[in-house]
């Protein structure tokens, strides 16, 4: 699989057959749409799987404005940290996906040089910060040379706390075109003390399903994807996967 081999360091191990229904569930939502919750054991590697098939939409098109969304501010840019290590370091990526990671690896990671870089004598716009990741300019890069354009042209990644600014995201390219989120994977939205607190799992529930569910803009879908852990009875990874209380989320346990 895609995983195993450009993420090789990253999944040592064999999957359990409970990680290729998940990355199942990740492929099907991502292509059909839809939005799922499941609700795995801490520790089981959910969150990696994540970050690794949205890496994969990222690079291969079918995703351009992914947003990772945590329990807490620090907890998402730990995601974003991930995802900045594996662009900069791993060569098969860098093999395959050169138009994305040489652009990234020449700059060493420096947010200052990325904002310098060009190519061709055009600006390649990427961003590199705490909360987000754009992608090389691709169409500028490639035009020049002859080749074709690649999918992930100027894709996004981006974070936030489930706490914070979550609404109104958007970005506009260097041709005019604005972008919004497509995909959401909203990863263990609740912490210990949330999670005991009726009132803080009400408005984490109200944020996932009214502000992410809005983040693609009127009359647009997002898939949204929420791997979670119960930590109480009828909590926030209790009832949005229970169906009778999130009739609008697929929720497996």
Not at 116 to 136: H, N, Y
Not at 233 to 246: E, G, M, P, V, Y
Request: glycine content about 6%.
């Amino acid at each position: 699989s895609w995983l195993k081999f450009y993420l090789a360091e990253t999944f040592p191990l064999p999957f359990a057959q409970i990680h290729k229904n998940y990355i199942y569930d990740l492929d099907y939502i991502s292509e059909n749409g839809g939005w799922k919750a499941i609700v795995f054991p801490r520790g089981s590697g959910k969150t990696t799987i994540a970050q690794g098939v949205t890496l994969k939409y990222l690079l291969t098109g079918s995703t351009k404005y992914a947003v990772m969304i945590a329990a807490r501010a620090e907890f998402a840019r730990n995601l974003i940290k991930t995802f900045k290590s594996w662009l900069l370091h791993n060569d098969r990526l860098a093999a395959d996906y050169p138009e994305v990671c040489a652009p990234i690896r020449h700059t060493r990671g420096i947010p200052q040089a990325m904002k310098t870089l060009t190519a061709f004598g055009e600006s390649v716009f990427m961003e590199w910060t705490a909360d987000r990741i754009v992608f090389p300019d691709a169409p500028l890069i490639l035009s020049a040379s002859k080749k074709n354009i690649p999918a992930s042209a100027s894709a996004i990644i981006d974070s936030d706390g489930i706490t914070g600014a979550i609404r109104g995201r958007n970005y506009t390219l260097p041709n005019g075109t604005m972008l919004r989120p497509d995909l959401c994977i909203v990863d263990d939205p609740q912490t210990k003390e949330s999670a005991k607190s009726l009132q803080q799992t009400d408005d984490r529930l109200s944020v996932i399903k009214a502000d992410v569910a809005g983040l693609a803009g009127p009359a647009k879908d997002i898939r949204i994807i929420v791997p979670c852990t119960i930590i109480e009875t009828n909590d926030l990874a209790d009832q949005i996967s229970d169906s009778t209380k999130s009739p609008d989320f697929i929720g497996e346990r």
